[in-house]
């Protein structure tokens, strides 16, 4: 930084005495100083452009803070989805969980209703059973009697003189 300084003072100085060389030589009709002087002036003129130009060029301080700015503005962006996802993940556990608890529950007391179900259809059961042995109706199977077959008449078939006469 103190050479750029240097050199653009080097180049104000020179700039200067182009102007000085310049003025003396028109004032003193001598062309030589005169080209001279302004020569140096736009050597001078061209050098303190080229600094000024390589100094913006050069000068990144501004954008490198908003870079940093933004790289910081990056990683707290990324830290938060980071912990939002793990949050989500975490519910997402939780969730399972308890549908699965439910689930176990619901299972648990279905089969507990269906045991229960299953116990009192054997009790039923049962107590059919002993009243019927009670009863005596399971000592010997009930004796078929042969019943009576009754002999229905056989119809004659009809003819057309009879069938007439039966519409008359």
């Known amino acids: 930084m103190v050479d750029v300084q240097v050199s653009q003072m080097a180049a104000s100085v020179g700039a200067a005495t182009g102007l000085v060389a310049m003025g003396v030589g028109s004032v003193t009709d001598q062309a030589g100083e005169a080209i001279s002087g302004s020569a140096l002036l736009l050597v001078s003129a061209m050098v303190i452009c080229v600094q000024v130009i390589l100094r913006a060029l050069r000068d990144t301080a501004t954008e490198r803070a908003a870079l940093a700015e933004e790289r910081d503005l990056a990683i707290a962006a990324q830290a938060v989805v980071a912990s939002e996802r793990e949050r989500m993940r975490a519910d997402l556990a939780r969730g399972r969980k308890a549908a699965q608890d439910m689930l176990d529950r619901e299972r648990r007391a279905l089969f507990q209703a269906l045991e229960e179900e299953r116990f009192s259809i054997q009790r039923r059961a049962i107590a059919v059973a002993l009243k019927m ?6 000592d010997e199977p009930p004796v ?7 002999r229905l008449p056989v119809r004659q078939p009809m003819d057309d003189a009879a069938l007439a006469a039966s519409d008359d």
Request: negative net charge.
């Open 133 to 138: 042995e009670s009863s005596g109706m399971l």
């Open 144 to 150: 078929l009697h042969a019943g009576t077959v009754v």
